[in-house]
């Protein structure tokens, strides 16, 4: 299962820190085996990729939109993902989700259908 919280309202030039909590046996006995991802929808619009994460190698990968302001990480003892949202803009605003897929050789997956295992939303609005 994973939980994502941290979301809220924050005014243009802000910060926020979403956070994702992987818990049950699958993710706690293998969570090295794993890829998290981070992706976002905006009202009307299809979900997109924010940010990656290998838990094991702990390598990232971030959406051009976003590189240089989002910052994801990973706690391997509480089984937490982060994302550090700074310099928000308006666009930003969306429902942002966490979700995760086994871990395997090749690409980073950005497309959403490649994940099985997703969080329930939280919702970010960035003011003008």
């Known amino acids: 299962q994973l939980q994502a919280s941290g979301g809220g309202l924050v005014q243009a030039g802000g910060s926020l820190r979403l956070s994702c909590a992987a818990s049950g046996r699958t993710f706690t006995s293998y969570a090295l085996g794993w890829f998290l991802g981070w992706f976002r929808q905006a009202t009307g619009k299809e979900r997109e990729f924010v940010a990656f994460i290998d838990w094991y190698a702990n390598s990232t990968y971030y959406a051009d939109s976003v590189k240089g302001r989002f910052t994801i990480s990973r706690d391997n003892a509480k089984n937490m993902v982060y994302l550090q949202l700074s310099s928000l803009k308006p666009d930003d605003t969306a429902v942002y989700y966490c979700?995760?897929?086994?871990?395997?050789?090749?690409?980073?997956?950005?497309?959403?259908?490649?994940?099985?295992?997703w969080g329930q939303g939280t919702l970010v609005t960035v003011s003008s």
């Open positions: 979700a995760a897929r086994a871990r395997y050789k090749g690409s980073v997956p950005t497309n959403p259908t490649l994940y099985d295992y």
